[in-house]
């Protein structure tokens, strides 16, 4: 049996030969099959990553804008509160403008009030010195159409200065004329 062993028949050696390299040549094959989906596998996970890095870019891309656009609407928020700050104290300030200037247009108007009295009260004056003198003087037609001009001018006792500025106790201006005009009269 030995001899059996060792002697090889020529029948079986070529089998032993051919399944030898078919199942190398299978290994080989299975192994390059199992290279190539693990290198498939690591390609795909290699482009998984390189999308999930861009995804993440992009994310944080827009993260960066709505930051951005948050500073935006806290600075606007923050300017549009200092420029109703500055729009009340504004109006504020044309308020008390306005008011100042009816104060001033009231004094004004009080002014002019009394511009206007002077001026009358003057050109009242001027007329009662002529009929004063024209009374003293004994010429009474001259008195009469004197009181006539001034009346005609618009111009009453009324306009005349009530009290006496001279201190001497004599009759005040108003009270002189009406002396006059009672006597002419």
């Not at 399944?19 to 299975?30: F, G, Y």
């Not at 008011?99 to 009080?110: F, M, N």
């Not at 004994?138 to 006496?164: C, F, K, N, V, W």
Request: aromatic share 6%; hydrophobic share 35%.
């Amino acid at each position: 049996m030995s001899d059996e062993r060792e002697t090889p028949t020529p029948g079986r050696e070529p089998e032993k030969r051919e399944r030898r390299p078919r199942t190398v040549h299978k290994q080989r094959s299975v192994l390059l099959y199992i290279l190539l989906l693990f290198l498939a596998a690591c390609a795909l996970i290699l482009l998984s990553y390189l999308m999930q890095q861009r995804n993440n870019a992009q994310m944080l891309d827009g993260l960066n804008q709505s930051v951005s656009a948050m500073q935006s609407i806290s600075t606007l928020q923050e300017d549009n509160l200092r420029l109703t700050e500055e729009n009340a104290a504004l109006t504020d300030q044309v308020e008390e403008l306005q008011d100042q200037a009816a104060q001033l247009t009231e004094e004004r108007d009080a002014l002019e009030e009394e511009r206007d009295a002077l001026a009358r009260q003057s050109q009242a004056m001027d007329w009662f010195w002529q009929i004063d003198e024209a009374f003293v003087r004994g010429r009474y037609t001259t008195a009469r159409s004197l009181i006539q001009g001034m009346e005609e001018a618009g111009l009453t006792a009324e306009d005349l200065p009530a009290e006496s500025v001279t201190d001497t106790g004599r009759f005040s201006p108003a009270d002189r004329f009406q002396e006059i005009y009672d006597r002419l009269y």
